[in-house]
């Protein structure tokens, strides 16, 4: 659900306030996997807060070079992972563009809502936050299906090999 909310006060100060929230309902898959995995795998997977810390230190000193003109840093020397939307003013503009185009065409199907239950007989509501997922969901179709695809790649193949296998212990059930 999306509120927006426009106050006009008395200096003719405008303010206004945009929130959205999702439906309660949630689908939580455990992966058995995870939850069985050895230290070592934890820690293949997961950074300390020291490796981290590194890691953002040395990713804003290579920006800066890029943001500087140099282009030529070699992939070695850093992983581009969670940086391919700023690593040029055109790729920054493109995702913040792309989100805005998601949140603005929510915020639309929010109002046509909003027109509808204005215009309803009987002062019934129809707030459908199926409808507001379905807009997001189809608008982030493509982004959501790039992260999974650059995410699986991040994953060690023994605990790749154990999700799947699980995946399809699901499937074996469902049926």
């Known amino acids: 659900t999306i509120h927006h909310t426009t106050t006009i006060t008395m200096t003719m100060t405008t303010m206004t306030t945009t929130t959205i929230t999702f439906a309660d309902e949630n ?41 500087r003109g140099q282009t030529d840093i070699p992939e070695s020397e850093f992983c581009r992972r969670g940086m391919e939307s700023r690593m040029t003013p055109d790729d920054s503009f493109d995702k913040k563009t792309g989100v805005l185009e998601v949140v603005q065409a929510v915020l639309e199907a929010q109002s046509r809502q909003k027109r509808r239950n204005d215009n309803a007989k009987g002062g019934s509501r129809n707030d459908d936050a199926a409808e507001l997922a379905a807009v997001s969901e189809e608008l982030s179709k493509e982004a959501r299906r790039t992260a999974r695809k650059l995410a699986k790649g991040d994953i060690p193949a023994e605990i790749m090999q154990r999700m799947m296998e699980e995946r399809q212990e699901r499937k074996q059930k469902v049926k």
């Open 27 to 67: 689908t939580v898959i455990e992966i058995d996997s995870w939850r069985n995995a050895t230290k070592r795998e934890h820690e293949l997977v997961w950074y300390s807060k020291a490796e981290l810390n590194e890691s953002r230190s040395r990713e804003r000193m290579i920006m800066n070079r890029i943001a």
